[in-house]
């Protein structure tokens, strides 16, 4: 036999439960704070899309967040602005204001925003940080220190203030003062944190800059274990050997630099400088070609090749790399390549040639001691004693007017060329 329960339900006079606006609102809210913290901002902003009611300052707020995320950032600044009006002194809601501001470029607006912040929260670390990087960018130095030592106090740990605070001690006036402070800060931030490369970067060329080149070196050859890529350190290694002396261990690290990065100039000049020093002339004027070929333009590439062609005796090929620098040189510098053309053709005894370098030296640079001694010595050499003695004479009274007196007496050439006018002085006595 079949039972057949039947059960019966009697609803009669039982209240289903009501959705409250209450209810509504706060599922809106949940829909669009799950949309922004799984990325689906258009999603966020769509569900808001056309929506007239009042907004609360959380709803602002996600909308705010969620239009910076899709770099809307008026639209970002609208709600945000909306969100700190509904609720009032929320640090969090303003300091998100505060940030779009910077990333709009509109300083006095986070300034003031932030400074809204630090009035109640005087150690709130985020609003510290960018007031800092403002008074950095605005160059208001002190203020930049003494927000950033703030910071210090409440995190020892803050490897970013401290350099940071580097940066504000460089900067500020007068630099010798705050030099040691600037050097001593960095140190402490690369200690911290040794792997954020721009301290690292920069504490080795304020120890380079010192002339501490153990330290530099030090610095560098830890970082390049850990960061092989760097060229620019294996660079920065490499004239720390070539400051040493120690050319093989330089041009170790420049072929490692080089093999990074080949188009840079200045690590075929440095390569060419160290083999001239090891005297391979040859290997030295092949690099100094190749950075002439890399950035032609640039004068002293020319110069260096031509040092190098001297050295293989090839004097024509040096005099035509001078010439090709005098094209590429500011009006300044271009009367010391005549005087080193002069002084090639000086010691192979081409004595007129070379007193017209000389001469042409001159019209560059008027007060060219050396143009007027050598050019002095050609004359003598081609016994035209008259301009010779001119020559001198010019000769001794700049040098008189760049060294102090108490220094003439010790000075060698000076005393030379004194007794070379007496001795020329004598003989047009005679006549």
Same mark, same amino acid.
Request: aromatic share 10%; glycine share 6%.
């Given at each position: 036999m079949k039972k057949v329960i039947i059960i019966l339900f009697l609803l009669t006079g039982v209240i289903l439960p009501q959705t409250t606006k209450e209810d509504k609102n706060l599922a809106r809210l949940n829909d669009l704070k799950k949309n922004y913290f799984e990325g689906k901002y258009k999603d966020a902003a769509m569900a808001y899309m056309g929506y007239e009611g009042e907004l609360t300052g959380e709803e602002a707020f996600y909308l705010g967040m969620t239009n910076s995320a899709l770099f809307n950032y008026r639209g970002a600044i609208e709600y945000l602005s909306k969100a700190v009006e509904n609720s009032p002194g929320n640090t969090g809601y303003e300091y998100q204001l505060a940030k779009i501001y910077m990333t709009m470029g509109m300083t006095e607006k986070a300034e003031s925003r932030l400074a809204d912040i630090l009035s109640r929260e005087p150690d709130y670390q985020p609003a510290l940080q960018d007031a800092s990087l403002l008074d950095l960018t605005g160059k208001k130095f002190a203020d930049a220190v003494i927000k950033l030592k703030r910071m210090i106090k409440y995190n020892p740990a803050n490897f970013m203030a401290f350099y940071n605070l580097s940066i504000a001690y460089s900067n500020m006036e007068p630099v010798n003062i705050y030099a040691d402070s600037a050097v001593a800060f960095l140190s402490a931030s690369v200690g911290i944190n040794p792997d954020y490369l721009p301290a690292v970067e920069m504490l080795g060329i304020k120890y380079f800059n010192k002339g501490d080149y153990d330290h530099t070196l030090q610095l560098y050859l830890k970082s390049i274990e850990n960061n092989p890529g760097r060229n620019d350190f294996m660079y920065y290694a490499a004239l720390c050997y070539e400051k040493d002396y120690k050319y093989d261990k330089e041009l170790e690290y420049l072929d490692r630099a080089i093999t990074i990065n080949p188009a840079d100039p200045h690590y075929w000049d440095h390569r060419g400088f160290a083999y001239y020093n090891l005297n391979k002339f040859d290997s030295s004027i092949v690099s100094y070609k190749r950075a002439i070929a890399i950035e032609e333009e640039n004068p002293s590439y020319s110069i260096n090749l031509a040092y190098a062609y001297v050295k293989i005796d090839s004097a024509g090929r040096a005099i035509e790399c001078l010439r090709d620098a005098v094209v590429k040189m500011h009006p300044e510098m271009i009367g010391q390549i005549y005087c080193q053309i002069g002084h090639i053709l000086y010691g192979e005894k081409k004595y007129a040639d070379a007193k017209k370098e000389y001469?042409?030296?001159?019209?560059?640079?008027?007060?060219?001691?050396? #143009?007027? /001694?050598? %050019?002095?010595?050609?004359?003598?050499?081609? &016994?035209? /004693?008259?301009?010779?003695? &001119? %020559?001198? &004479?010019? #000769?001794?009274?700049?040098?008189?007017?760049?060294?102090?007196?108490?220094?003439? &007496? %010790?000075?060698?050439r000076y005393a030379t060329i004194t007794k070379r006018i007496m001795a020329l002085t004598g003989r047009g006595k005679k006549k």
């Open positions: 001469e042409e030296a001159l019209i560059y640079d008027p007060k060219n001691i050396d #143009a007027f /001694y050598i %050019g002095a010595i050609c004359d003598d050499e081609m &016994k035209k /004693y008259s301009s010779a003695l &001119k %020559g001198y &004479k010019k #000769a001794a009274e700049l040098i008189t007017e760049t060294l102090p007196a108490d220094e003439l &007496k %010790g000075n060698e």
